[in-house]
């Protein structure tokens, strides 16, 4: 089992950053790939970034492309989004997950365990 905990969400303006953090614990040394997802209300939950902890390679949706950055630090396990230049849009709860693929999944359902998430707000 792995149990995974989102926190740094938060209230910001439009143009402004935030950093989420996710801290991962149990057997977390079984999972190869951590990855980012947004929900929005009533909405699916799309991919926003991933990356490997073997070798830091990463994905980024093209939302998230040139705006956010993953990174993990395989010391502390954890994965940090750092998203910048927010917009209104990017407004949604976020989620981080794991998966035991090293394929760098892009779909929830290859993710099998999840954080309970952390809301992101951004006015306009």
């Known amino acids: 089992q792995v149990q995974l905990v989102e926190s740094g969400g938060g209230l910001v303006q439009a143009g402004g950053s935030l950093r989420l953090s996710c801290a991962a614990s149990?057997?977390?040394?079984?999972?190869?790939?951590m990855g980012w997802f947004r929900q929005s209300p009533g909405k699916k939950r799309p991919f926003v970034a991933a990356?490997?902890?073997?070798?830091?390679?990463?994905y980024y949706s093209d939302s998230a492309k040139g705006r956010f950055t993953i990174s993990r630090d395989n010391a502390k396990n954890t994965v940090d989004l750092q998203m910048n230049s927010l917009k209104p849009e990017d407004t949604a709860v976020y989620y981080c997950?794991?998966?035991?693929?090293?394929?760098?999944?892009?779909?929830?359902?290859?993710?099998?365990?999840w954080g309970q998430g952390t809301q992101v707000t951004v006015s306009s």
């Open positions: 990356i490997t902890w073997s070798d830091a390679n990463t």
């Open positions: 149990g057997q977390t040394f079984r999972t190869d790939t």
């Open positions: 997950a794991a998966s035991y693929s090293g394929a760098i999944p892009t779909t929830a359902d290859d993710y099998d365990y």
